[in-house]
């Protein structure tokens, strides 16, 4: 615990908490939408914003929220349109996205090192002005997604019901998608790009094991990415790994252990409940039927 006095420490344990928050918050509604790649195409795309921002000698972070967030909405507003299709939007993502952001990085003259610390994550070098856009924008995203989560429900469970309901769909899916961006931009320092979808996918798969109905589900993922988030940089700090995937390993192990005790769980219940008796057995026919 010691290591924690230390400003940096401190630094990549409070950008840990809140991304662990953050991301979970808005993974459930891209899971509803089975868009979980998404976050690893738009991850590649802040990579050219990554090195749009070395070479100009600017921000990175800041440079790279801004190119994604004009990805993500290019590739709702294609989706939306029905010029191609998701997976082939989110191929070009992939590809351009990340061919863009090593010939970029490569003009900036900056060594590897930097290129690595986006792609698999330096929580402990993260420099102080970096921090002020993650945690602004990290409390931006959970205000968002708490305060509107009716409204982003039904748009990510019925489309066309959402919309006879009066509800804006479409400025409610670029606010997804933008919302999307500035996660993948702001959790590519805590776990790097190609480990961004982990940390916004795992939490809500584990809580689903055993949490029901939506708040519930969101309210578990949100509680299971905050102790990854805070146990993945406490193993680092003890153990000298990197802190990003020590967060996604301990997200991961969170999966294991839940989804085992909710089989165990359902387990128990089933041999705990009484037999179906032969009276009830045509009721259960015309149900299966309905």
Known sequence: MELFQYPYMQRALLAALIIGLAAPSLGIYLVQRRLTLIGDGIGHVALTGVGLGLLLNRSPVLVAVLVAAAGAVAVELIRARG?????????????????????????????????????????????????????????????????????????????????????????????????????VTIAMRAVGVLLISALMVVPVAAAQQVARGFRSTMAAAMLIGLLAAGSGIWVAANANTAPGASVVLMAIAAFVVVATFGAVWRGLRRRSAPATTPASEPHEVVLNRS
Do not use: W
């Open 83 to 183: 010029r191609t299709s998701g997976d082939l939007a989110l191929a070009l993502l992939f590809y351009g996205g990340i061919a863009g952001g090593v010939m970029l990085v490569g003009l900036s003259n900056s060594n590897s090192a930097k290129l690595n610390a986006y792609l698999f994550g330096s929580l402990t070098t993260i420099p102080p002005e970096d921090m002020i856009v993650i945690v602004g924008l990290g409390v931006a995203i959970l205000v968002a997604m708490l305060a509107l989560r009716p409204a982003l429900f039904a748009v990510c469970h019925d489309e066309e019901y959402a919309r006879v309901s009066g509800l804006p769909v479409r400025t409610l899916n670029l606010l997804i998608a933008v919302t999307t961006a500035v996660t």
